[in-house]
Nanobody, 118 residues
Framework: QVQLQESGPGLVKPSQTLSLTCTVS??????????WTWIRQPPGKGLEWIGY???????YFPPALKSRASLSRDTAKNIITLQLKSVTPEDTGVYYC??????????WGQGTQVTVSS
């Protein structure tokens, strides 16, 4: 059974870079055709797709976040890292990692709350 666990700072100041990690257990992040996705939910709003990193290390982001978001991985530790630059209060929300396919996410982490505030 694949399990995902997000971690990171709960509070980030505006203009700083947010860094979150997703530790995957029960499966390898390099398994063929696996995709690992970050999703967030701002308070009172719906889910927003942030981007994914695939089994080969390729990444994809929606246009709205492409200039600020990046994803990397540590294959030895089975960890995926999300970085979001120049955060604003609009980046506040619960951040989830999910997988392992492009379009469906049977596996989710429990989410981690991020608040952007000075």
């Amino acid at each position: 059974q694949v399990q995902l666990q997000e971690s990171g700072p709960g509070l980030v100041k505006p203009s700083q870079t947010l860094s979150l990690t997703c530790t995957v257990s029960g499966g390898s992040i390099t398994t063929n055709y696996y995709y690992w996705t970050w999703i967030r939910q701002p308070p009172g709003k719906g889910l927003e797709w942030i981007g994914y990193i695939d089994y080969g290390g390729n990444t994809y982001f929606p246009p709205a976040l492409k200039s600020r978001a990046s994803l990397s991985r540590d294959t030895a530790k089975n960890i995926i890292t999300l970085q979001l630059k120049s955060v604003t209060p609009e980046d506040t929300g619960v951040y989830y990692c999910a997988g392992p396919t492009v379009y469906t996410y049977p596996y989710w982490g429990q989410g981690t709350q991020v608040t952007v505030s000075s």
